[in-house]
T-cell receptor, first 113, second 115 residues
Framework: GDSVTQMEGPVTLSEEAFLTINCTYT??????LFWYVQYPGEGLQLLLK???ADDKGSNKGFEATYRKETTSFHLEKGSVQVSDSAVYFC????????????WGLGTSLAVNP | EAGVAQSPRYKIIEKRQSVAFWCNPI?????LYWYQQILGQGPKLLIQ????????DSQLPKDRFSAERLKGVDSTLKIQPAKLEDSAVYLC?????????????FGPGTRLTVL
């Protein structure tokens, strides 16, 4: 079945460091890909999405490019802030197969001042 | 616009007790989801409603979990009796209806601890 694998955390960075959180997927057909963020004490929020190959999703300085050849959707940010400390989830939705959001396990990010 | 509301935010019970969670989705959202999120894992879909009908409850442990969405608006999720392994955050989400993927908007969750 479809699945999502993301890098294990926790990831600890200093403010203004470069961030990469790796995400790879296995799916039939052409899924849509998402990054969700969960700030402490809050619900999940959609951070960005890409619905077809080579699309780049971006929001709040974060970016991720849908790479079908490598089945990846890595999250990047050029300069992290303390306020980016959260748990980040990669997810996919496959309209052609089970029509559910399939989630990664989440990667915890802590940004120190 | 008000977001998805959930209550209570925290609940501590002993095993074999019963517990209920409440969710009020965003106004106008026909689809409502209940997820279970165990610490260190991604959310697991328990049940999906379309208006007041169940679309998917394949991962709902029906021997102890039940959910209803009367009148197609608010929803309650009940666990009876609770087990230790039910300790988790229970997330409610809602979304619009349409072809393909529709963004799900999540509530803050209810953190359940079963002792």
């Amino acid at each position: 079945g479809d699945s999502v694998t993301q890098m294990e955390g926790p990831v600890t960075l200093s403010e203004e460091a470069f961030l990469t959180i790796n995400c790879t997927y296995t799916a039939t057909g052409y899924p849509s890909l998402f990054w969700y963020v969960q700030y402490p004490g809050e619900g999940l929020q959609l951070l960005l999405k890409a619905t077809k190959a080579d699309d780049k999703g971006s929001n709040k300085g974060f970016e991720a490019t849908y790479r079908k050849e490598t089945t990846s959707f890595h999250l990047e940010k050029g300069s992290v802030q303390v306020s980016d400390s959260a748990v980040y989830f990669c997810a996919l939705y496959n309209a052609g197969n089970n029509r559910k959001l399939i989630w990664g396990l989440g990667t915890s990010l802590a940004v120190n001042p | 616009e008000a977001g998805v509301a959930q209550s209570p935010r925290y609940k501590i019970i002993e095993k074999r007790q019963s517990v209920a969670f409440w969710c009020n989705p965003i106004s106008g959202h026909a689809t409502l989801y209940w997820y279970q999120q165990i610490l260190g894992q991604g959310p697991k879909l328990l049940i999906q409603f379309q208006n007041n009908g169940v679309v998917d409850d394949s991962q709902l442990p029906k021997d102890r979990f039940s959910a209803e969405r009367l009148k197609g608006v608010d929803s309650t999720l009940k666990i009876q009796p609770a087990k230790l392994e039910d300790s988790a955050v229970y997330l409610c989400a809602s979304g619009e209806t349409g072809q393909g993927y529709n963004e799900q908007f999540f509530g803050p969750g209810t953190r359940l601890t079963v002792l």
